[in-house]
């Protein structure tokens, strides 16, 4: 089975630095993907997912991620952190095929600071 | 506007009672889950449906129950045999098994 971790339970920023989130799987082959972001007492909306192809995939409100297969990576990027990305980020693994479930990691709470 | 639909927000639930979360959703997705979330913890799989008349233990599906009667909606009950209830529940949908998932916004359980 694939499983993920997120080293850093929590990480504090200055607005307007840059932020980096890092993710590292565990899977035999080439997995799918997932960032998502949750505000306090909400959802999650998904930031971006990667499933094949271009390794560094952009997704909503500026941020990046780039796949790197021989570091099994999945890091969230972004160059500019505003206040309003204060939040909780999770990153997921799931494998093709569909023979296995998504698996979640236990996020990474942002702080951004003025 | 697509989406999923969680109510209520918040529910209280009173030793020995049952209580059943809501969950529908409109965009048409084949696939439908639950999750349960705890402080530090991330996200644990309860019950996973694949299509509708059918669903699937998660990994932590003790003391809960589902039903898949209609495609838009899957109901989270949470009995009484669950003994620690406390925690935000949340719900997600795909367009099939394991592709992309998208959630509603929770429901918040708390024990009288």
């Known amino acids: 089975a694939q499983s993920v971790t997120q080293p850093d339970i929590h990480i504090t920023v200055s607005e307007g630095a840059s932020l980096e989130l890092r993710c590292n799987y565990s899977y035999g082959a080439t997995p799918y993907l997932f960032w998502y972001v949750q505000s306090p007492g909400q959802g999650l909306q998904l930031l971006l997912k990667?499933?094949?192809?271009?390794?560094l995939v952009q997704g909503i409100k500026g941020f990046e991620a780039e796949f790197k297969r021989s570091q099994s990576s999945f890091n969230l990027r972004k160059p500019s952190v505003h206040w309003s990305d204060a939040a909780e980020y999770f990153c997921?693994?799931?494998?093709?095929?569909?023979?296995?479930?998504?698996?979640f990691g236990t996020g990474t709470k942002l702080q951004v600071i003025p | 506007d697509g989406g999923i639909t969680q109510s209520p927000k918040y529910l209280f639930r009173k030793e020995g009672q049952n209580v059943t979360l809501s969950c529908e959703q409109n965009?048409?997705?084949?696939?439908m889950y639950w999750y349960r979330q705890d402080p530090g913890q991330g996200l644990r799989l309860i019950y996973y449906?694949?299509?509708?008349?059918?669903?699937q233990k998660g990994d932590i599906a003790e003391g809960y129950s589902v039903s898949r009667e209609k495609k838009e909606s899957f109901p989270l009950t949470v009995t009484s045999a669950q003994k620690n209830p406390t925690a935000f529940y949340l719900c997600?949908?795909?367009?099939?098994?394991?592709?992309?998932?998208?959630f509603g916004p929770g429901t918040r359980l708390l024990v009288l």
């Open positions: 965009l048409n997705h084949d696939a």
């Open positions: 449906s694949q299509i509708v008349n059918d669903f």
């Open positions: 997600a949908s795909s367009p099939q098994y394991q592709e992309t998932q998208y």
């Open positions: 990667y499933f094949s192809g271009d390794t």
């Open positions: 997921a693994v799931g494998a093709p095929g569909g023979y296995q479930k998504v698996t």
